[in-house]
């Protein structure tokens, strides 16, 4: 079956050397009719091979339904799947667009270390490595502004969430093992919400403006 919501690359390629924050840009195409998603807010996740959110950055769509953003912080080397939301719209519909982290040459680092001090570049690299301790990444994404987690340790049926973002934010539930599940949402009020499943599960919730 061929997915309804499209990413159009862009870019050259997938593949960003490390700490590089060139700006990347993809195109919203939804299959099924013509939708023009310019002036909305598009929410850019990059998630790892566990299915946990790594880099989260919202963004206006701009014309032809282009969406620009950049990497602005180090992410370990590796393949991370794109997800961009617009609305209740998650482009793709499928799994298949990523974008590859390769390591930068000696070269790049040794002049990295001459325009920004060698201190930098080990903070940089400790900062990368912090990266692969899940309660850092959840800790990194709650401190985010545009951004909350809120973990449910029982498992559930029916998920009663509260936040400070004071809007009614776009909903990601992630289970425990890492998958994205769908549920029935409820907005209660700007800082509560509903989330109705099938089953009883354990999990979290990503919330985005």
């Given at each position: 079956?061929?997915?309804?919501l ?7 390629g ?5 700490s ?19 002036g ?67 070269r ?27 309660d850092e ?22 998920w ?14 992630i ?5 994205e ?23 979290k919730v990503?919330?985005?403006?």
């Open positions: 079956m061929r997915p309804i499209k990413l159009e690359n862009l870019n050259a997938e593949q960003l050397k490390y590089d924050q060139s700006e990347l840009c993809f195109r919203l195409i939804n299959e099924k009719k013509p939708v023009s998603y310019v909305e807010s598009a929410t850019v996740l990059l998630k790892n091979s566990r299915g946990e959110i790594e880099f989260s950055q919202t963004v206006k769509v701009a014309e032809d339904n282009e969406v620009t953003f950049s990497i602005d912080q180090p992410l370990n080397v590796g393949h991370y799947a794109l997800e961009v939301i617009v609305g209740r719209q998650y482009f793709p519909s499928d799994e298949l667009t990523k974008i590859r982290i390769v390591q930068s040459s000696a790049e680092i040794e002049r990295e270390a001459k325009l920004y001090g060698v201190e930098a570049i080990k903070q940089d690299v400790l900062k990368s490595t912090l990266k692969n301790i899940g990444v959840t800790k990194h994404i709650t401190n985010m502004n545009e951004a909350r987690v809120v973990q449910q340790q029982v498992p559930l049926a029916e009663e969430v509260v936040h400070d973002l004071d809007t009614y934010p776009v909903v990601t539930v289970d425990s093992s890492g998958e599940v769908i549920g029935d949402v409820t907005y209660i009020s700007k800082q509560k919400l509903k989330i109705n499943f099938t089953s009883e599960f354990s999990g990503v919330l985005t403006n």
